[in-house]
């Protein structure tokens, strides 16, 4: 389970990569997202996936899931989550002031 | 803090006084008056030691600064230091009695000049007396740093500051040699006192830096003392008033490179490449400097050439003299040291004579408003006293008698025959380049020092051709070249009385190891008649060629310029500063590029790169599946909708295909935490993933200002070669971590949590008790974001056109 669960991690951040080096300022943003769901995943998978029960103490069972990278992915969430919402309304900005959503276009200053 | 170091930063102290005494007095007295006293003071306090020094003693004195790191502001006074001394105040009060009549008082700044004088005598001093080497660079730098003030005082013109710019690379481009040069030797030796790394010698001489600490020190002293073919800097320093020229530029700052050498002799001196490197570039920078003072039709230019001829003679003299050292300091050798000798003699007798020209020269300026050569002539009978100076200087400064600068040229002579029947370091073969090379050099000497004295003073007046009626100078800016000039003669006349109070005791600081009493006996015994020699037959040929090239001159003057413009040291440098920012330039304008794409394609590609070879080279990879979870039919799904949503991604043509992709990815997602039990996770990602597509729609779809454009991502192989490396780095190295499990989790710590928190959610209890401070600090994050996203929409910049009110 653990190497299907690397290569989909890996499909991810393939798929991230391409696309953070793409012109469009949305598949930039998209390509963060996609980024970080590969973080997430990859922080599951190697807690470990061996079966357990649902960390919830009511629950009584032999052995739990592991809580901690639990709790790690929550907290990444939340930021990742305030970073792209943060981002899409500076992307957002851009795009009024400078009519285009091209990376190319929004290149420096002139006089380079 | 005894009185050597408060002398020594008196100049420091008293630096800071100088703007206020402007400030207050300017309009009655010349501020010149008030700084005048600091250097008669030092060097009044200077000479009560010349008899403890003369006499064999060492002054030794420490004064704590960063004793942890070996770093003390020790000084010591021995000859050596205190013939420096004398000097840099002795002058120093004589500039600045004349730039007391030179500056004008009501246009120039005088205040800025005073400080920048100052703080270098107060370098100065500290340079020659500082006893620890990283002490002596820090004082190094600051003459450095104001000599390239002074340079560029009057700033508003462009060869001033472009004079400048080029010392200060050329001097502290050596400094920073040096220093490297100085931490190999502190290094070797484990001190950084110069007394103590000479008397660990041993330890220098058979360490493996002997010959980088060396040629890294060398370099210093070379760029700083203006050597070939680092001489370049000093004809442009000219631009600086004249009394600086006179007294950085042919006294003090360009004799510390020699100071440094005769200094690290102890050191260095006895070894084969210290006596070829330092004797050939004096001789090479002797003859060529005098070869182009020749040339030069600006006075202060052939000063300025004549500056380099003159300093390349005392270095090759402390480069022949460290022969002495190859011997082992017996009887034999104490006949070569008579080189050492005539370096210290005629470094005092430079200063003196070369002092004063630079005075007269001034003078000249000042009065005729010219320092051409062409535009000069005649005016013998209108500026006496100038004329009297400048054949004393000038008469000095060829060798002839009576002036000191016979006795030192002789000195030279005997110095140069010795050397080339030294039976070591090959000099039987080549020694006898070194006379012939001296002698030719003298005879240029001679040449440019009539030029300077009979071309401005005698032929034809011409006074249409000058700027000012030319009349005498007052008297108070003849008194310093006066004085100078008297000195000498004096020198000439009475030479042993410098003989056995100062030099005689230099040489037992720059040749240490001799400690029988006869070495330097011949240092007392300075003549001027000592029979018909090979000395005084050189001289009498250098009088009678010289004479015969002078009145010839106007026929073969052309030889300087069958050489192209292009083909000098100048037009070298100018290139290669111009060369190194227009390819500077290029390599950087080559990968900045502006585009994101490029610097994220660097990142990557690096970043995988890096960690694929070091995968590679440590053989990382160590799949180890015993451990692993079977793989059940639901993950399968789930995995292949997420491929599939990823490609959908990947491939979408319109932007909302792609929001919606990525949203089907953000629910996939979430399933896969129900599955692997994570259920506040879930909740967590079903609510962020639908806010999250909420967002994206209402920015780039449900927007009317927004273009509905239907753009695939366009394919290039680049991208996915540098993805697809990515993706396979991140998948070997989870894979490899997977292989490598160290320790057990502390997870079962978190199975107490009812008892210690009082939670049955594990997950929660984590997030806001056992860790809760990460919590606090998400919350702020997310409030950041918050306050940025308002800020964003409300904020607008004033006056741009956009018009929008939200």
């Known amino acids: 389970m653990e190497i299907l669960m690397s290569i989909t991690v890996g499909v991810f951040f393939m798929v991230g990569t391409y696309l953070l080096l793409s012109k469009s300022l949305l598949k930039v943003i998209v390509s963060l997202i ?19 029960a649902s960390p919830l103490l009511s629950l009584e069972a032999d052995s739990y899931t592991d809580p901690l990278p639990q709790a790690l992915i929550l907290t990444a969430i939340v930021i990742s989550f305030g970073v792209t919402s943060f981002l899409l309304v500076l992307a957002y900005r851009t795009y009024k002031e400078h009519k285009t959503d091209d990376l190319e276009q929004l290149r420096g200053s002139a006089d380079e | 803090m005894s009185w050597i170091h408060i002398m020594i930063l008196l100049p420091f102290i008293y630096a800071i006084l100088v703007p206020f005494l402007y400030k207050l007095y300017s309009h009655k007295l010349h501020t010149g008056w008030f700084v005048m006293p600091i250097p008669v003071i030092i060097f009044i306090y200077l000479l009560q030691y010349i008899t403890p020094i003369s006499s064999g003693e060492k002054i030794y004195t420490t004064l704590a600064w960063m004793p942890s ?47 920048y004088l100052l703080l270098f005598m107060g370098a100065m001093l500290g340079l020659v007396f500082s006893d620890n080497i990283f002490v002596l660079y820090v004082f190094w730098e600051i003459t450095s740093i104001s000599s390239f003030l002074l340079i560029a005082y009057w700033y508003q013109r462009p060869k001033s500051r472009y004079g400048a710019q080029k010392s200060m690379l050329i001097t502290i481009f050596g400094g920073l040699a040096m220093l490297a040069g100085f931490i190999m030797l502190s290094m070797m030796t484990g001190t950084n006192s110069v007394q103590e790394i000479i008397s660990q010698m ?158 007269v020269v001034g003078i000249i300026d000042y009065e005729t408003g010219t320092r051409d050569i062409r535009r000069l002539g005649g005016l013998m009978t209108i500026m006496p006293i100038s004329f009297t100076l400048s054949i004393i200087g000038g008469f000095a400064m060829a060798g002839l008698p009576p002036f000191n600068g016979f006795l030192s040229k002789e000195m030279f002579f005997t110095s140069v025959l010795r050397a080339s029947e030294l039976p070591i370091f090959s000099m039987e073969t080549f020694g006898i380049m070194f006379p012939v090379i001296a002698w030719v050099a003298s005879v240029f000497t001679f040449v440019y020092c009539m030029i300077l004295i009979f071309r401005t003073f005698a032929g034809k007046h011409q006074p249409e051709r000058l700027e000012k009626k030319a009349h005498e100078a007052p008297v108070g800016m003849l008194i310093p070249p006066i004085v100078l000039s008297s000195l000498v003669v004096i020198i000439f006349f009475f030479p ?64 300087f310029y069958t050489l192209p413009e292009w083909f000098s040291l100048n037009s070298v440098y100018n290139a290669a500063l111009e060369k190194s920012e227009t390819v500077a330039r290029g390599i950087t304008n080559n990968y900045m590029t502006g585009f994101i794409r490029d610097y994220l394609v660097y990142i990557f590609a690096f970043f995988s790169i890096a960690l694929l070879t070091c995968v590679w080279v440590l053989k990382g990879v160590s799949l180890d599946i015993s451990n692993n979870a079977p793989i059940s039919i639901y993950e399968v799904i789930l995995v292949i909708g997420i491929v599939i949503s990823a490609l959908g991604v990947l491939f979408s043509k319109s932007r909302l295909t792609a929001i919606i992709s990525v949203g089907a990815l953000g629910y996939i997602i979430a399933l896969l935490f129900v599955i692997f039990r994570a259920p506040d996770l879930a909740l967590t990602q079903l609510i962020v993933e639908t806010v999250t597509v909420a967002l994206f729609l209402l920015c780039f779809y449900h927007l009317p200002e927004f273009k509905k454009e239907h753009s695939r991502v366009r394919f290039r192989i680049t991208n996915l070669i540098i993805s697809l490396g990515v993706g396979i780095t991140v998948t070997l190295l989870a894979l490899s971590a997977q292989g490598n499990k160290l320790f057990e989790p502390i997870s079962s710590y978190f199975e107490n949590s009812y008892e210690l928190a009082g939670a049955r959610n594990m997950v929660n209890a984590i997030l806001v008790d056992f860790r809760g401070f990460d919590t606090l600090l998400e919350i702020l994050v997310l409030s950041v974001a918050g306050l940025g996203v308002y800020t964003l929409i409300k904020l607008r910049k004033q006056g741009s056109g956009t018009n929008e009110t939200e």
């Open chain 1, 34 to 52: 996609l980024l970080s769901h590969g973080a997430h995943l990859l922080l599951l998978t190697m807690a470990g996936l061996q079966r357990g």
């Open chain 2, 69 to 115: 790191l070996g770093i003390n502001f020790t000084t010591n006074v021995d000859g050596l230091s205190l013939i420096f001394g004398l000097l840099i105040t002795g002058i120093g009060a004589l500039v600045i009695l004349y730039s007391i009549y030179y500056m004008a008082k009501k246009r120039e700044a005088l205040h800025n000049f005073y400080i």
């Open chain 2, 496 to 559: 042993n009385i410098i003989g056995q109070s100062l030099l005689k005791p230099s040489l037992a600081a720059i040749l240490p190891g001799f400690t029988q009493d006869g070495a330097f006996e011949f240092i007392t015994k300075i003549e001027a008649w000592h029979g018909f020699n090979t000395e005084l037959f050189m001289t009498i040929g250098i009088v009678i060629f010289g004479t015969l090239l002078y009145l010839s001159h106007k026929k073969w003057s052309s030889v």
């Open chain 2, 202 to 359: 041993n330890d220098v001489t058979s360490g493996p830096l002997f010959v980088p600490a060396m040629l890294l020190t060398l370099l210093g002293a070379f760029t700083k003392s203006a050597q070939f073919p680092f001489s370049i800097w000093l004809p442009d320093a000219m631009e600086a008033p004249t009394p600086i020229s006179a007294y950085l530029h042919s006294a003090t700052m360009v004799k510390a490179g020699i100071y440094l050498v005769a200094r690290f002799t102890p050191v260095f001196g006895g070894a084969v490449e210290w006596f070829w490197i330092v004797s050939v570039v004096g001789m090479i920078t002797m003859i060529w400097g005098s070869f182009y003072a020749v040339k030069q039709t600006d006075l202060k230019a052939l000063l300025a050439y004549s500056t380099i001829s003159q300093l390349g003679l005392i270095m090759s003299l402390l480069g022949l003299g460290s022969a002495s050292m190859a011997f082992g300091f017996t009887e034999e050798s104490a006949m070569y040291t008579v080189a050492t000798g005539a370096a210290m003699f005629h470094l005092i007798n430079h200063a003196t004579f070369k002092g004063s020209l630079f005075m």
